[in-house]
């Protein structure tokens, strides 16, 4: 039986819809989409509503749902909390279904739509995501939400990290020269996390609006062993 | 005096048109379109005309041109030769205009057009390009070709180098990730330049057709002092 494939997309503007039809996709947004959703599952929420417009996110509202959302880094009027993974706290999310706006995310769902299946990827459920991978006898594609459409380093970085767990287990090859910058940029950034993660221009929007405490969090290994999967546009716990 | 800004683009895809109206643009396409076009000068091209089109190609062959023309690694039957910079001998390129076929690059050039000045950059002329930048007090963005739209290393380990020398200047200041990664790549990948290429997989495509006798000598750092330079369309040489 001949290897699965392992590719890498660095933005939304580079992913080719075609040929990752019969692929696991795995999001990564770890500054702060995928590391706040793995929190969320984390502390016992039963299922998460990703949603693109703020109207939308403004009627689940009304309907009595719990909503996280945010725009350019400020928490709107009517949500109950902003998009920071330390907001989903047990006592707020336990049992409950979430709405959580971002409309980066919601593009990137939709385009991965044909994939055979979508799941979460943060550093923060980085080992029970690669070796549930592992067993899936599928092609993978690491996909990095990047920011407005651009490369960006720290899911870049994520991509790496999730890369060289997948092809340590000797089931996986690549060709992709994505996958290879990926590796080489994980193992620089591996020696010193926190200090790499310094110099990425996400980390300088974040903390020019006073949203970076949550950067350090972010970079844990294994916070979680849950595996968020997108079912009906719906994000769920793939494990329960 | 500020300091001028650099950026990086991984990929036709990814380039933001309107953010680099007042920026020099430098095309980095290094195995082996922006290779070939130094190499033609260097020995003594006296301008090169980029077409997209195999039809443009034959019309300029009709009319007497010198036309360098392949499609998948194949050189076009009415072609007097393929794209590969040992093409470009001085025997045959002194004093000419030539044409060279490349849907890639044609492609690049017209998405850049709106920039101050178009450059193209490879590792053969990369000490002369980058005293010139240095020299023009402009914006800089380093364009990667890519390849069919998707990041490649070589390229980006190329603009890595530039964007190297360009920072040492102290005259550039960046925030854009694309270059961070590609100046840790490059420094991954100085330590033994051919050894890296070898992963790569333009590298792949090139040996799996016989082209890839050429990419030493695309690795060789300042093998000219040209500068070509588009300028209405054409490529012409700006040093002379």
Redesign the interface.
Known sequence: MGKKNLETC??P??YEADLHKGSIVVIIDILRATSAICTAFANGASSIIPVGEVEEARDYKKRGYLVAAERDGYVLDFADFGNSPFNFTREKVEGKTLVYSTTNGTGIINLASSAEKIVIGSFLNISALSRWLISQNKDVVLFCAGWK?????ED?ICAGAFAERLLQSGLYST????T??AL??W??AQKDLTGYIE????R?RLRSKGLDDCIGFCLTPDFTEKIPVIKNGILVDNIS
């Open positions: 660095f933005s503007a580079l459409n651009r490369f960006n380093l870049t060709i992709c020269d994505s290879l910058a080489d940029l193992s620089v110099k990425v221009a996400q300088t």
